[in-house]
């Protein structure tokens, strides 16, 4: 007998992941039959108000679309605009750039194994992660001078050359970071219940992975070696040594498995950028700030944030304010078709589960 | 200077011998852009797919060109075996804005088509989905096009918090003092409003 | 899967983290110290902040508004506002801190502030907390790179050993990239104007060139001053002192903007078509004015445009005054005053050269034919130097050797020159000299920085191996038994601190005087002007006090038909003080004329 059919409404407010948002879901008994992914708790126009401010008045901005994750904003919108202008980056700059996102990677990692472990409600791991993650966040805080919001990555370098000594701290804490992850491995990724929630659930069929816009640790959890730190370098990539991995098995467990040996590329990353980092100008100083134009253009650049690829698509009509800012997150795809696609079928418990494995950030879709 | 047989110049090569009318240009390495009309978008994104394998729809977006009376819609994809993205662009009447939906070939081109038709008034047709997607009870002139004025609609729309009607201009302040008097034409070079 | 009891045992390797002590912050709490480039809240240094509110501009949240707080007014190089931040609004990017050009804003460690009242979230940085905001001072422009360009665009010179070979024109002008650069530097808070006597539109005119608008631009410059391409060249250039820039950096080159953008304009007639000036119908009052000095050229302009018939007397057979004869030609061209010269009079400006009121025509006649009288005829009568021996042959003065020259008069100074003094006039007497091919000697009383001279023209005399000798007092000219000065007698002085708390007074050192062997000697020690020309009857009814004319702020004298501007009106005594008299005069005749 088919079972009478039934909508449930996960969200708006924080459904197992971070951000607003609210999936409605058709469940027979606890199997769901049909997903839909309905957002517009956090838009805030980011892309409008752009377009009402100057080019420099607008780096402020989009560091708040991504709250785990800012600095892949920051450093596609400096590099869009350096596209269109051809403004050259002092190579010690695109070093910093590389360092601070790859700790913004670690500090997403941090976030993504609270969030992926929440889920399924092995709270103490969040405990933990959200404790680790506040070492990275010092270091921000002495680099950049904020927290979270960093504002730091900007058109023509970086705002500040690395304080005395930080070098020094940045090792102490991916020494840090390194020693904990036996502990995290014992905690989660050994764990056996972990292991059976996520084996064989929140499966993405390899064979639909790239037509359907999956990027980033979810795209490997497939298989497929694909990163665009390697498929189109930026910064300063192209000069560092690191291994792209990669797991089959389509689902969650991989996914996971990927994202952990990421963890060990990104120290490793930074380890090499502070070694190689040379010294010089850490700014080509744009133009007045409050005359300056960009000539008229288009630019489509992308980072590879942790959950995949971020792009940016900047259009000037050579004003002084931009005609476009277009964001593009991951989740844009990953939190709306994607998801629906394989929501169905999955079990209500899992449906958050998903979602943390997917990535999914509210404020990516809407902006 | 990118070498003669290089993957940029044989997909704008490849490009221009399929579309005789689009105007393709290699920007630098791994880029290259394509103007087509609009009638060709399908076809094109059919032909970069199966037989060039741009598989990945990178980014889909919509630009107001406002002062041309036109919308530009642009496809990037991106080519993971050559590592190539193409910039594919087209321009649609502003006004009444119809297109037609592109999700046959990326089921995600839908969410992209869903807020281009509410941002900016596109209907694309085919898409079953189009309706309220971000915005809630929407009912002005679609909000990302050039002529809806956020600042208006901010302050007649929000509550303003009395207590800043001191503020001064700084430039006005100045002029004011000193007795000095901008004509009109010189004040389309304040850069700070001057009345204001 | 397969049972997995290593799986289930593990985890529990986390209750071993019980017996590590805890990494969160320790209880009770307390407050975490910050980095120490922690963006936390404003400290604005009320006294170095100039007001001029680029934070303002710049900040994309609009939370910084301008206010008046008491004890700051007004003034030259302060707008006398302060900024004030909605805490509401601000995301402590600072973008304001980076941008402020004097550095006075600041971000501090402060990040606490809880209130109930929505209200006092409006909070004057430096006012609010001005305990002890400035000791905590954290995120700091000094630190990085600044937002503005602090380093001019340098101006293109003649060589030194270039120069002295000829009258050539010394600056060589902004190109046109060099022109946009520097004009791009400009933040528009328009403090500048404040200070200008014109007050005129700095800042639209500069972000005129700095968008490529260079027609645009001359027609601002003309709203309020028709000798723009002058002042380019030679103007004292107080702007440049109160520009905002100048507080940590290189002031925005004001006058070499203006420079550019003028003299690229080739001739009066390219003037006009530029301008396209909007000429009243006559108005049938007529305005006589005496002297065609800046003052006299202003208000002849504007007077025309506004439909007056109105004829310049001149004595001299050039129009230009104390700029065109008492400024060297290396500064400001010949062809450069005619072209400035040529548009006025195209546009309905007469002038009667070889004039000389009092002798070729009487002051009465002129107030016959004309409804109001100005008059502008500067300082052309030299101080004596006050020495013993002063009139000897080869002791001449400064303004007449320069009108000589400017001329076209030759003037044999020999090859020891000396000049005495420390004005623009000395200077330009020393650099003349040296193109004559003398060797020249400033003698001053005072430092070098107590110079009065522009520190350019000093540095230009410098750079041409022009000896200054400062705190040198002359006391004697000597001459042979012909007459003819062959040195002048002088004294070193040491400086003495004044008690009254004035500038430091130079005293002889006893017996520490020499000879310094001459051919000429040049005086410049000051200028006043000549009146005779003036009937007593009229000069009764208005007050000349300390050899200028008394004014009020309308240039009218006591007399209501007769106005006075320039060197004769204002203690300023430069070219662009001179302009603002004219213009301030034209307001005052068309009221009086036309009842306005």
Known sequence: ?367 | MLDKDCNENKCAEQIKKTFQTAEVEVKREKRVTVQLRSDLIPPFLSFAKEFMEFKHLSHMSCVDWVEDNELELVFILWNYEQQVQIIAKTRIERVNAQFVSVKKFWNQAETYEREFHEMYGVNFVGNDRLGEFILEDWEGVPPMLRDFDSIKYSKETFYQRPGREDAQNVRATIAKHSGEEVPGFAKDYTIRNIED | ?596
């Open chain 3, 1 to 596: 899967m397969a049972f997995d009891l290593k799986g289930i045992l593990t985890p529990f390797a986390a209750l071993s983290q019980g017996t590590k002590p805890p990494h969160t912050v320790k209880y009770p709490a307390e407050q975490k110290e910050t980095a120490h480039r922690y963006r936390g809240m404003h400290h604005n240094d009320l006294e170095e902040c100039i007001g001029c509110g680029t934070c303002s501009t710049i900040c994309q949240n609009g939370a910084i508004d301008m206010i008046h707080i008491d004890g700051y007014e007004t003034n030259n190089g302060d707008s006398g506002l302060r900024p004030r931040v909605d805490n509401g609004r601000c995301c402590w990017c600072a973008l304001c801190v980076d941008v402020c050009p004097t550095g006075s804003l600041n971000l501090t460690s402060d990040y606490i502030y809880v209130t109930e009242d929505p209200d006092s979230f409006l909070w004057t940085p430096g006012v609010d907390n001005a305990k002890d905001g400035k000791e905590k001072l954290s995120w700091q422009s000094s630190e990085g790179k600044r937002l503005l360009d602090y380093e001019r665009v340098p101006m293109k010179e003649l060589e030194g050993t270039e120069r002295v070979k000829s009258f050539a024109e010394v600056v060589l002008g902004y190109t046109e990239d060099e022109a946009r650069k520097e004009a791009d530097r400009c933040i528009a808070c328009g403090i500048c104007t404040d200070i200008c006597p014109v007050h005129m539109h700095i800042p639209e005119y500069i972000n005129a060139i700095a968008r490529g608008e260079d027609d645009d631009a001359v027609r601002i410059i003309y709203d309020n001053n028709p000798l723009g391409e002058m002042c380019g060249k030679v103007c004292t250039r107080r702007c440049e002192t109160t520009c905002a820039i100048n507080h940590k950096g290189d002031p925005v080159a004001i006058r070499w903007l203006k420079e550019y953008v003028t003299a690229r304009v080739k001739n009066a007639d390219v003037i006009k078509e530029i301008l396209n000036p909007d000429i009243a119908e006559p108005n049938g009052h007529s305005v006589g004015i005496i002297g065609a000095g800046p003052s006299g050229l202003t208000a002849a302009y504007y007077l025309a445009l506004k439909g007056f018939d109105v004829t310049i007397y001149e004595s001299k057979a050039h129009a230009g005054g104390m700029i065109m004869y008492g400024i060297p030609k290396y500064r400001l061209p010949l062809d450069s005053i005619d072209k400035q010269v040529d548009y006025m009079l195209s546009i309905g400006v007469k002038i009667k050269y070889n004039t000389k009121v009092g002798t070729d025509i009487t002051f009465n006649e002129l107030k016959e034919k004309h409804e109001a009288i100005m008059i502008g005829i500067g300082f052309e009568v030299p101080y004596p130097i006050g020495l013993t021996g002063e009139d000897a042959k080869g002791s001449i003065q400064a303004v007449n050797f320069l009108y000589n020259i400017n001329s076209g008069i030759n003037v044999d100074i020999g090859d020891k020159v000396a000049v005495i003094g420390g004005g623009n006039v000395a200077i330009d007497a020393a650099r003349v000299s040296k193109r004559m091919g003398a060797e020249v000697t400033i003698l001053y009383r005072r430092r070098v920085e107590d110079m009065p001279a522009d520190w350019e023209e000093i540095e230009g005399a410098e750079h041409e191996n022009v000896i200054i000798h400062p705190q040198a007092i002359p006391l004697e000219v000597i001459s042979d038994e012909n007459g003819k000065v062959t040195g002048v007698k002088y004294a070193n002085a040491e400086m003495i601190a004044d008690d009254k708390g004035g500038r430091p007074r130079p005293k002889i050192i006893e017996g520490d005087e020499h000879i310094l062997p001459l051919t000429t000697l040049i005086g410049a020690i000051g200028q006043e002007a000549d009146y005779s020309f003036i009937p007593d009857d009229i000069k009764e009814q208005i007050e000349i006090s300390r050899g200028r004319i008394v004014v009020d702020e309308n240039q009218a004298t006591a007399l209501p038909w007769l106005f006075a501007t320039g060197d004769i009106a204002n203690r300023q005594a430069d070219a662009i003080s001179a302009i603002a008299d004219g213009y301030r005069a034209v307001k005052s005749i068309e009221k009086l004329l036309l009842k306005k």
């Open chain 1, 1 to 367: 007998m088919r079972e009478k059919e039934t909508t449930l409404y996960l969200g708006p407010q924080h459904p197992g992941i971070t951000g607003n948002m609210m999936v409605k879901l058709k469940v027979a008994g606890d199997t769901i039959v049909k997903a839909e992914t309905h957002v517009g708790y956090l838009h805030r126009a980011f892309e409008k108000l752009m377009e009402n401010r100057t080019w420099t008045q607008c780096f402020p901005i989009v560091c708040r679309i991504c709250v785990p994750e800012p600095d892949p904003n920051e450093e596609n919108l400096a590099r869009a605009i350096e596209e269109i202008e051809g403004r050259e980056v002092p190579e010690r700059a695109k070093y910093i750039r590389v360092m601070v996102l790859e700790l913004a990677r670690l500090a997403s990692y941090q976030l993504w194994m609270g969030g992926q472990s929440g889920s399924m409600g092995l709270y103490t791991m969040p405990q933990w992660t959200v404790g680790d993650r506040d070492y990275i966040l010092d270091l921000f805080e002495e680099l950049t001078g904020g927290r979270i919001y960093h504002m730091y990555i900007w058109a023509g370098g970086v705002r500040r050359d690395l304080p005395d000594g930080l070098k020094g701290r940045v090792l102490n804490v991916l020494k840090y970071l390194e020693n904990r992850l036996p502990d995290y491995d014992k905690l989660m990724f050994q764990n056996a219940m972990f292991r059976k929630r996520a084996e064989g659930v929140g499966i993405i069929p390899k064979e639909k992975a790239i037509e359907w816009g999956v990027v980033g640790s979810p795209l490997r959890g497939c298989g497929i070696k694909h990163d665009v730190r390697i498929d189109e370098p930026y910064e300063v990539y192209d000069k560092l040594e690191f291994e792209v991995p990669t797991h089959e098995g389509n689902d969650i467990w991989s996914r996971a498995m990927v994202r952990r040996q990421e963890i060990e590329q990104s120290i490793s990353i930074i380890r090499q950028v502070l070694d190689k980092m040379p010294e010089g100008e850490y700014y080509n100083k744009i133009p007045n700030p409050l005359n300056w134009t960009i000539p008229a253009g288009d630019a489509f650049v992308k980072t590879e944030s942790v959950r995949g690829e971020f792009g940016y698509y900047v259009v000037s009509d050579g004003s002084d304010k931009p005609r476009r800012v277009h964001v593009r997150g991951p989740a844009y795809v990953h939190g709306v078709t994607v998801l629906e696609e394989i929501l169905k079928g999955a079990n209500i418990s899992d449906v958050s589960f998903i979602m943390n494995s997917l990535g999914t950030c509210p404020p990516e879709i809407e902006r």
